[in-house]
């Protein structure tokens, strides 16, 4: 009943003799609300009109006529069939056709885009427990001297209240003949994977530092391939895995993207099957001479 009277209230405000006639049969088709141009105009187009532009839907409705008057109008002058005009309206069916699929895919994240998302993206999803340290690194594995380079090292450092202190005091260390680095490190998991960025550290250092618990505890001389090293311990961070429900809700656009990237991504690539593109011989040369002709 209510929309039966917003109808009537529609049509009688917009339908007069100098506004908008009633069509052939002297009635309004199902679902709609007003003919203009023989166009009908359905109810579902004008509250989105007078939602955005603030207005009351007898405005609303005028405004869609206006547009349908201007349309027609176009069509009768053969304007419609401009190049300018066609470009416009396929890109109009491209946005239609974006606008569908995303609408198709706006269900809520499932779990299994949820894991998937959280593998790849590790480092903000699931991210480990990690250490990040300072280190003093004899460089030479297997070299008796880089061994007793990092032993004076780690004798001199013993104490050090914070990295800057260990760096200084691990640099005073006489190191003749043996090259020794001193190096603040991104975090790493114990298994050696880099937290903030690309790349790995070995694993025996890895677990090394993260044996470590406190900060400004020290490890003793551990081997890895590169050398012997002597490792402060700046913090520990902890980990950060979210619940799945509370992964869905902050990656809830993300997950829509991605969803949304592939159906389009699948879509095109049926198209292209569909619709393959023929080209003339001599295509891209006359392509090249149209260009050329235009820029001079």
Same mark, same amino acid.
């Given at each position: 009943?209510?929309?039966?009277?917003?109808?009537?209230?529609? $049509?009688?405000?917009?339908?007069?003799?100098?506004?908008?006639?009633?069509?052939?049969?002297?009635?309004?088709?199902?679902?709609?609300?007003? !003919?203009? %141009?023989?166009?009908? !105009?359905?109810?579902?187009?004008?509250?989105?009109?007078?939602?955005? /532009?603030?207005?009351?839907? +007898?405005?609303?409705?005028?405004? @869609?006529?206006?547009?349908?008057?201007?349309?027609?109008?176009?069509?009768?002058?053969?304007?419609?069939?401009?190049?300018?005009?066609?470009?416009?309206? +396929?890109?109009?069916?491209?946005?239609?056709?974006?606008?569908?699929?995303?609408?198709?895919?706006?269900?809520?994240?499932? @779990?299994?885009?949820?894991?998937?998302?959280?593998?790849?993206?590790?480092?903000?999803?699931?991210?480990?427990?990690?250490?990040?340290?300072?280190?003093?690194? /004899?460089?030479?594995?297997?070299?008796?001297? %880089?061994? +007793?380079?990092?032993?004076?090292?780690?004798?001199?450092?013993?104490? %050090? +209240?914070?990295?800057?202190?260990?760096?200084?005091? /691990?640099?005073?260390?006489?190191?003749?003949?043996?090259?020794?680095?001193?190096?603040?490190?991104?975090?790493?998991?114990?298994?050696?994977?880099?937290?903030?960025?690309?790349?790995?550290?070995?694993?025996? =250092?890895?677990? %090394?530092?993260?044996?470590?618990?406190?900060?400004?505890?020290?490890?003793?001389?551990?081997?890895?391939? =590169?050398?012997?090293?002597?490792? =402060?311990?700046?913090?520990?961070?902890?980990?950060?895995?979210?619940?799945?429900?509370?992964? /869905?809700?902050?990656?809830?656009?993300?997950? $829509?993207?991605?969803?949304?990237?592939?159906?389009?991504?699948?879509?095109?690539?049926?198209?292209?099957?569909?619709?393959?593109?023929?080209?003339?011989?001599?295509?891209?040369?006359? !392509?090249?001479?149209?260009?050329?002709?235009?820029?001079?």
């Amino acid at each position: 009943m209510r929309t039966s009277v917003l109808a009537v209230l529609l $049509l009688s405000s917009c339908s007069s003799p100098a506004t908008m006639a009633p069509g052939p049969s002297g009635g309004v088709p199902q679902g709609a609300v007003a !003919i203009c %141009a023989d166009r009908a !105009i359905q109810g579902s187009s004008v509250a989105p009109v007078a939602m955005v /532009a603030r207005v009351s839907a +007898k405005e609303a409705l005028q405004r @869609l006529a206006h547009d349908i008057r201007l349309a027609a109008e176009a069509e009768n002058r053969g304007l419609h069939k401009t190049p300018a005009v066609q470009r416009e309206l +396929k890109a109009a069916l491209v946005r239609a056709v974006l606008t569908q699929i995303k609408e198709q895919h706006a269900a809520p994240p499932t @779990l299994s885009e949820i894991q998937i998302l959280r593998a790849e993206r590790w480092r903000d999803f699931d991210r480990p427990e990690s250490a990040r340290v300072i280190h003093a690194v /004899a460089m030479g594995g297997g070299s008796e001297a %880089a061994r +007793k380079v990092a032993e004076a090292i780690r004798k001199e450092t013993t104490g %050090a +209240k914070n990295e800057t202190e260990f760096e200084v005091q /691990a640099k005073k260390v006489p190191h003749e003949g043996v090259e020794v680095r001193v190096e603040r490190l991104p975090a790493m998991a114990r298994d050696g994977r880099n937290v903030e960025e690309e790349g790995s550290f070995a694993t025996p =250092f890895a677990e %090394a530092a993260l044996s470590l618990t406190q900060p400004g505890e020290q490890s003793p001389v551990v081997a890895t391939s =590169f050398g012997y090293h002597v490792i =402060f311990l700046i913090e520990r961070v902890p980990a950060y895995r979210p619940a799945d429900e509370e992964l /869905a809700r902050i990656a809830h656009d993300e997950i $829509l993207t991605r969803r949304m990237s592939s159906a389009t991504r699948s879509l095109v690539e049926q198209l292209r099957r569909e619709y393959p593109v023929t080209l003339e011989r001599n295509a891209i040369e006359l !392509i090249d001479l149209l260009e050329r002709r235009k820029g001079r």
